[in-house]
């Protein structure tokens, strides 16, 4: 009922940047809040930046200062922009989003992308 497709990964040097998006679509009445998390090999998946509906965001320790998260509600997308990128960046970055509310049936529900791959080179 509700996809989400992440796009914008790729190969990067060390001190680049890349913007990642990722569109909901579907039966979608609202969404309370999207995010990137991101997962590395042999790592588990951590929250890299949330941003809820009314604009109020949150960031790994890892990435503040570097990267941002933006959102376009009238479109259900979500950016992530990340410069200044580093080796430890690398990872598959997967979008989330939380509490959706589809105009189909009650209740709320959580949704994730396949994930996009970025790699940052030294």
């Known amino acids: 009922q509700v996809q989400l497709v992440e796009s914008g990964g790729g190969l990067v040097q060390a001190g680049g940047s890349l913007r990642l998006s990722c569109a909901a679509s579907?039966?979608?009445?609202?969404?309370?809040?999207m995010a990137w998390y991101r997962q590395a090999p042999g790592k588990q998946r951590e929250l890299v930046a949330l941003?809820?509906?009314?604009?109020?965001?949150n960031y790994a320790d890892s990435v503040k200062g570097r990267f941002t998260i933006s959102r376009d509600n009238a479109k259900n997308t979500v950016y992530l922009q990340m410069n200044s990128l580093k080796p430890e960046d690398t990872a598959v970055y997967y979008c989330?989003?939380?509490?959706?509310?589809?105009?189909?049936?009650?209740?709320?529900?959580?949704?994730w992308g396949r994930g996009t791959q970025v790699t940052v080179s030294s």
């Open positions: 579907g039966s979608i009445f609202s969404i309370n809040a």
């Open positions: 941003i809820t509906s009314g604009g109020s965001t």
């Open positions: 989330n989003a939380d509490s959706v509310r589809l105009t189909t049936i009650p209740g709320k529900y959580d949704y």
